[in-house]
Nanobody
Framework: QVQLVESGGGFVQPGGSLRLSCAASGSIFSINPMGWYRQAPGKQRELVASIGSVGGTNYADSVKGRFTISRDNAKNTVYLQLNSLKPEDTAVYYC???????????????WGQGTQVTVSS
């Protein structure tokens, strides 16, 4: 059984910062990639950022220069540092990871439960 557990969401004023964390646990052989998505009310879920096992990153244009994704492979954890937050960043943020549970096995797509980020004055 594999689980992704997120933490770090909350309420922040425009211009503020938050740090999201997502820890994977269970029967894990490898994880690649890990990423963060978000879904605002009435909108489709969208990719925010992703990171490969050796650190290659990809960001949505709307967050480039403001958000930073990182990971700690020893802890099976991915982080998202959110800086210079804007009201349009308000959404539920979901952690995502493709996880192999055994050598030679296929990767499976796992999701966290979501954490709310609200940016408002």
């Amino acid at each position: 059984q594999v689980q992704l557990v997120e933490s770090g969401g909350g309420f922040v004023q425009p211009g503020g910062s938050l740090r999201l964390s997502c820890a994977a646990s269970g029967s894990i052989f490898s994880i690649n990639p890990m990423g963060w998505y978000r879904q605002a009310p009435g909108k489709q879920r969208e990719l925010v950022a992703s990171i490969g096992s050796v650190g290659g990153t990809n960001y949505a244009d709307s967050v480039k220069g403001r958000f930073t994704i990182s990971r700690d492979n020893a802890k099976n954890t991915v982080y998202l540092q959110l800086n210079s937050l804007k009201p349009e960043d308000t959404a539920v943020y979901y952690c995502n990871a493709y996880i192999r549970t055994k050598v030679g096995g296929p990767p499976y797509d796992y999701w966290g439960q979501g954490t709310q980020v609200t940016v408002s004055s």
